[in-house]
């Protein structure tokens, strides 16, 4: 991201420190600060909130009366796992 070098707010680390608040809204309003201390400067810039995911899309639209009663077991075989109806015990 390229920033305009000249809307850029410029300060010393005491005035900074003084001003740490104003340093802040600055940054949250899109503008960033550079902070300068021993010839290092520092750049200050807002980072985006991360919004929360969307919660995921359902799996099942639609379960069969005999699964809800436990009328099923699985069955292992070479294409994976599959349902099947239990037995009925005598």
């Given at each position: 991201?390229?920033?305009?070098?000249?809307a850029m707010?410029?300060?010393?680390?005491?005035?900074a420190r003084?001003?740490?608040?104003e340093?802040l809204?600055e940054?949250?309003?899109?503008m960033p600060?550079?902070?300068?201390?021993?010839g290092?400067?520092?750049r200050?810039?807002?980072e985006p909130?991360?919004?929360?995911?969307a919660?995921?899309a359902?799996v099942?639209?639609?379960?069969?009366?005999?699964v809800?009663a436990?009328?099923?077991?699985?069955t292992a075989g070479?294409?994976g796992?599959?349902?099947?109806?239990?037995?009925k015990?005598r």
């Amino acid at each position: 991201m390229l920033y305009n070098v000249h809307a850029m707010k410029h300060l010393k680390v005491a005035e900074a420190r003084a001003r740490f608040g104003e340093i802040l809204d600055e940054a949250e309003k899109g503008m960033p600060v550079v902070i300068e201390r021993r010839g290092v400067r520092f750049r200050v810039v807002a980072e985006p909130q991360v919004r929360a995911a969307a919660p995921a899309a359902k799996v099942f639209s639609a379960i069969d009366p005999a699964v809800m009663a436990a009328q099923w077991s699985w069955t292992a075989g070479a294409k994976g796992l599959r349902f099947t109806a239990r037995r009925k015990r005598r």
